[in-house]
């Protein structure tokens, strides 16, 4: 469960209207002005001009929208998300991989991590049990994290939710967040490379590459040489899968810190469960306590308010 919100003006709003009418549903919320559903997204949007996707889907069809050069009337900009050619014998090349997690979940940061393998490591670290991490659990993604930690060069940034929250609210979306972060870590492992080249760098893909450039065009220093984008990246060369489980690890890490402090274990995702833990979380701490747990911009933070208001009465 994916997902992502992103800002549109009254012009884009009706444009986003047009392209999803055939997908329309009906969805009595406060403030939702349209709501539609399509093969594996959920599209909410709001008066206040926000508009909401969730499901599977969501990062592909919020990249749509999330481009700063509004396209010709009446044409949105294309559903497919444009992946590089890719070198022949990919899997096998020295490559930094680079992908994120968090961004769906209500509780807890947004952490990315760019990782290095280079062509003589890569047995080593599957032998050191590297899958795609889609099919790995917690457990075993933190039981080797230490090791993959020793054998490669990487960098892992946790962007926690009080930082997360200040630049949502600046109008950040989280394609510009994922974007910065993925620029940063890579900028990080190439300075601890020291002049050491990869063959390429892997990016698991979450916009198109002119999107992640334009979110990056205020950076003083984008990193663009041999840089790829690719969708299940992390089938793709185990650079990109140790860095998706450093990236997982840092993540259940800061998780267990806030659950700590939340005083019960925080959910994952942005579901049922989450809204009643942040309800009661709501009732026990406050609200400025829950928010500084949060992603509070999704829609979960309303419906905590709401939950909790019934159960004051
Ligand atoms: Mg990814």
């Not at 198109?208 to 003083?220: C, D, F, S, T």
């Amino acid at each position: 469960m994916s997902n992502n919100v992103v800002v549109l003006d009254a012009a884009r709003m009706k444009e986003l209207q047009a392209y999803y009418q055939s997908d329309k549903v009906t969805r009595k919320a406060p403030g939702v002005v349209f709501a539609a559903k399509t093969a594996d997204a959920s599209i909410t949007a709001y008066k206040s001009g926000k508009v909401l996707f969730q499901g599977g889907g969501a990062s592909m069809e919020a990249a749509k929208w999330e481009s700063a050069a509004a396209p010709a009337p009446g044409q949105p900009k294309k559903a497919v998300r444009h992946a590089d050619a890719l070198p022949d014998q990919l899997s096998s090349l020295s490559v930094i991989g680079s992908d994120e997690t968090g961004t769906g979940d209500f509780f807890g940061p947004v952490t990315v991590c760019a990782c290095y393998v280079r062509a003589d490591q890569i047995a080593l670290v599957e032998e050191l049990g590297v899958k795609d991490s889609k099919q790995l659990t917690n457990p075993y993604m933190r039981s080797i994290a230490p090791d993959l930690k020793r054998a490669l060069t990487y960098s892992v940034l946790t962007l926690k939710n009080e930082k997360y929250n200040t630049v949502q609210q600046k109008g950040w979306s989280q394609g510009k967040i994922k974007a910065l972060l993925h620029n940063q870590a890579i900028r990080h492992v190439l300075r601890k490379l020291d002049g050491e080249h990869p063959d390429c760098i892997l990016i698991d893909q979450f916009a198109e590459r002119g999107v992640y450039y334009n979110h990056l065009k205020a950076e003083p220093e984008i990193v663009r040489e041999n840089v790829l984008f690719a969708t299940k990246a992390e089938g793709l060369h185990v650079a990109v899968a140790a860095a998706s489980i450093i990236a997982r690890v840092a993540f259940l890490d800061e998780m267990d810190r806030l659950s700590k402090l939340a005083g019960r274990t925080l959910p994952k995702g942005a579901g049922k469960k989450v809204d009643e833990t942040a309800a009661a979380i709501l009732l026990a701490k406050g609200e400025s306590f829950l928010k500084s747990i949060t992603k509070w911009h999704f829609a979960n933070a309303k419906k905590a308010a709401v939950l909790a208001a019934k159960k004051r009465g």
